[in-house]
C-alpha cells in the first residue's frame, strides 16, 4: 500500500458487513424494513415536537424555477413559523419546525405552498419526501 492508503479498519469492516448481512434479500421485504426506518423517524420527530414538511419541487431549471424554490418558499415558511433547519437535494427541500407552534406552522407552510406550487409538486408532512402522489 502507498503512505496516503488507510489501513483497513478490521472493526469497521466486520460493523459494515453486519449490517449488510441483516437486511433483506428479497427488494419487497428491503422496501418494507425502510419503510418502517421511516415510520421510526417520523415517530421520533413527532415525540421531540418536530413537524416536518417536505415538498418535492423538481429541478430549478428556470429563473421562474428558481424565484419559486430559493425565494418564496423560503419566506413562505419563515411567515408560518419557526423552523430549525432544512435538507434538501436538487429537486426536494424539506423544513423542519419545531417549538410550541411547530404543528400550526407546518401546516400553515402546507396550505402556503399548496397555494403557489405548480401541478406536479408534491408536498407532504413527512421527513422523507414522495416523489409520487
Do not use: C
Not at 421562474?64 to 435538507?87: E, K, N, V
Amino acid at each position: 500500500m502507498s503512505d496516503l492508503t488507510p489501513e483497513p479498519d478490521e472493526e469497521a469492516t466486520r460493523r459494515i458487513g453486519d449490517f449488510l448481512a441483516g437486511l433483506p434479500s428479497d427488494p419487497a421485504a428491503l422496501m418494507a424494513a425502510f419503510d418502517q426506518l421511516q415510520t421510526a423517524e417520523e415517530a421520533e420527530l413527532a415525540a421531540h415536537g418536530i413537524h416536518p414538511v417536505s415538498v418535492v419541487h423538481g429541478d430549478a431549471e428556470s429563473a421562474d424555477d428558481q424565484t419559486l424554490i430559493f425565494g418564496i418558499l423560503p419566506h413562505l415558511a419563515q411567515l408560518a413559523g419557526p423552523f430549525t433547519s432544512t435538507r434538501g437535494g436538487n429537486d426536494y427541500t424539506t423544513w423542519f419546525f419545531d417549538g410550541p407552534e411547530a404543528e400550526q406552522a407546518a401546516l400553515t407552510f402546507i396550505a402556503s405552498a399548496t397555494a403557489i406550487a405548480p401541478h406536479w409538486w408534491v408536498i407532504t408532512p413527512t421527513a422523507q419526501p414522495k416523489f409520487d402522489r
